[in-house]
């Protein structure tokens, strides 16, 4: 029986200009699950992850703090890519989905908490129609490549590991197509997994070689010490 570790990446600097990086905040998360792994004794096999700098950020934060508290359970081995297990464009899902380009203070980087709601009830509208195949977003796949490229890495990381522990860092867009692919529901159900992750939250999977299945989803027991750092963005 091996165990597949999906974590999203730590808290974003979503609402500056460069979204892709870790805040203060995202590095703690990721630190404290390092931590945690380390107080449970997890034995690390192998670290996979997505080549966007949030993903990298995480995984680095994550593991220098394993090496720190428990080296012995982490080999050497650099983290393995999988551009697979990267995000989707929210901006080119909102601007198929409404047939505009999106204005400066109608992106992420708007800080107004008004139109911060906003900007996520109409991203999740616009998902919703892209995971149903009603949209085509400009330079992405179609929802069900997007979900089929991130369910192979998966896949490829079950067998390879089947008898031990693997961590995968990634976003919340392929953990939620994942976990609704591996319960066999509708795309939108994607979405709606999507837009509930936390940030450095972990679904964990069990299975062997042939097969997985959820154990947990979105959990984030690292962080009950420090409640102050759970987030979503």
Same mark, same amino acid.
């Given at each position: 029986? %091996?165990?597949?570790?999906?974590?999203?990446? $730590?808290?974003? #600097?979503? %609402?500056?200009?460069?979204?892709?990086?870790?805040?203060?905040?995202?590095?703690?998360?990721?630190?404290?699950?390092?931590?945690?792994?380390?107080?449970?004794?997890?034995?690390?096999? $192998?670290?996979?992850?997505?080549?966007?700098?949030?993903?990298?950020?995480?995984?680095?934060?994550?593991?220098?703090?394993?090496?720190?508290?428990?080296?012995?359970?982490?080999?050497? #081995?650099?983290?393995?890519?999988?551009?697979?297990?990267?995000?989707?464009?929210?901006?080119?899902?909102?601007?198929?989905?409404? $047939?505009?380009?999106?204005?400066?203070?109608?992106? #992420?980087?708007?800080?107004?908490?008004?139109?911060?709601?906003?900007?996520?009830?109409?991203?999740?509208?616009?998902?919703?129609?892209?995971?149903?195949?009603?949209?085509?977003?400009?330079?992405?796949?179609?929802?069900?490549?997007?979900?089929?490229?991130?369910?192979?890495?998966?896949?490829?990381?079950?067998?390879?590991?089947?008898?031990?522990?693997?961590?995968?860092?990634?976003? %919340?867009?392929?953990?939620?197509?994942?976990?609704?692919?591996?319960?066999? *529901?509708?795309?939108?159900?994607?979405?709606?997994?999507?837009?509930?992750?936390?940030?450095? *939250?972990? *679904?964990?999977?069990?299975?062997?070689?042939?097969?997985?299945?959820?154990?947990?989803?979105?959990?984030?027991?690292?962080?009950?010490?420090?409640?102050?750092?759970?987030?979503?963005?």
């Amino acid at each position: 029986m %091996g165990t597949i570790f999906l974590v999203r990446h $730590g808290q974003a #600097a979503f %609402g500056t200009d460069d979204y892709d990086r870790l805040t203060a905040t995202g590095v703690e998360q990721a630190r404290h699950l390092g931590e945690y792994f380390a107080r449970r004794e997890m034995r690390i096999d $192998g670290v996979l992850m997505g080549s966007l700098t949030r993903h990298r950020q995480t995984a680095e934060a994550l593991t220098s703090a394993l090496r720190i508290h428990a080296p012995q359970l982490l080999d050497d #081995a650099a983290p393995e890519v999988f551009p697979a297990l990267n995000e989707y464009d929210p901006r080119a899902v909102i601007e198929a989905h409404t $047939g505009q380009a999106l204005q400066p203070d109608e992106a #992420a980087e708007a800080r107004d908490p008004t139109v911060v709601r906003q900007h996520f009830r109409l991203l999740r509208e616009a998902l919703i129609a892209w995971a149903e195949a009603k949209t085509e977003p400009v330079g992405m796949p179609t929802f069900a490549k997007f979900q089929r490229g991130a369910m192979a890495v998966v896949e490829g990381a079950r067998e390879r590991f089947h008898q031990g522990v693997v961590v995968l860092v990634t976003s %919340g867009g392929p953990i939620g197509a994942i976990v609704a692919a591996t319960l066999e *529901s509708p795309p939108r159900v994607a979405v709606e997994l999507n837009l509930r992750i936390r940030n450095a *939250s972990v *679904s964990e999977f069990g299975g062997s070689a042939k097969r997985h299945h959820l154990v947990t989803f979105n959990t984030v027991a690292h962080l009950d010490s420090v409640p102050h750092l759970v987030t979503y963005a």
